[in-house]
T-cell receptor, first 110, second 113 residues
């Protein structure tokens, strides 16, 4: 059974810092890995999708990497802003549609 | 805003009530999903529909009954729920199952008294 773990569970940083969120998964037989953002009381917004054959994807200040063999992904956020405050979820597509981690709750202090 | 809408956004029901959650996608997708998000637990997949056919039931209790009349609409019928079923229920859609990005609706916040 696939398990996805995200570390840290919560993170508070001052505005302008670069930060890294970590995701690990136990079964490397995945089709892709996605990073989502969830604002309080809202649904999920897809940020980046990395196919299993890819190593990384970039969108603006966000960069996600994937090391399938070791079961790890990182989400790098450059020059963080208060508007980045949200919960960030990692999810892998394998034999099941999506298996999610518990998320990292990020607070960026102005 | 995504092209996936959910109604109602909030619902309070007693354990003997029957209610339905509705999801509609305007993206021309063929696959639709129900997820449950409980406090302090990861998002859990409940059901998957592909071209109106149910392809996955993640051991969900029968008090949750999904219905997919067409590729654009997905319902979750609720009856005799328990307080532990209180959660955020999220609907998602994708072009196809498997490798495609899923687009999520805003969710229905359900409270069972």
């Amino acid at each position: 059974k696939q398990e996805v773990t995200q570390i840290p569970a919560a993170l508070s940083v001052p505005e302008g810092e670069n930060l890294v969120l970590n995701c690990s998964f136990t079964d490397s037989a995945i089709y892709n890995l996605q990073w989502f953002r969830q604002d309080p009381g809202k649904g999920l917004t897809s940020l980046l999708l990395i196919q299993s054959s890819q190593r990384e994807q970039t969108s603006g200040r966000l960069n996600a990497s994937l090391d399938k063999s070791s079961g790890r992904s990182t989400l790098y956020i450059a020059a963080s802003q208060p508007g980045d405050s949200a919960t960030y979820l990692c999810a892998v597509t394998g034999r099941r549609a999506l298996t999610f981690g518990s998320g990292t709750r990020l607070q960026v202090q102005p | 805003e995504t092209g996936v809408t959910q109604t109602p956004r909030h619902l309070v029901m007693g354990m003997t009530n029957k209610k339905s959650l509705k999801c509609e996608q305007h993206l021309g997708h063929n696959a639709m999903y129900w997820y449950k998000q409980s406090a302090k637990k990861p998002l859990e997949l409940m059901f998957v529909y592909n071209f109106k056919e149910q392809t996955e039931n993640n051991s969900v209790p029968s008090r949750f009954s999904p219905e997919c009349p067409n590729s654009s609409h997905l319902f979750l019928h609720l009856h005799t729920l328990q307080p532990e079923d209180s959660a955020l229920y999220l609907c998602a859609s994708s072009q196809a199952t498997g490798v495609e990005t899923q687009y999520f609706g805003p969710g229905t916040r359900l409270l069972v008294l």
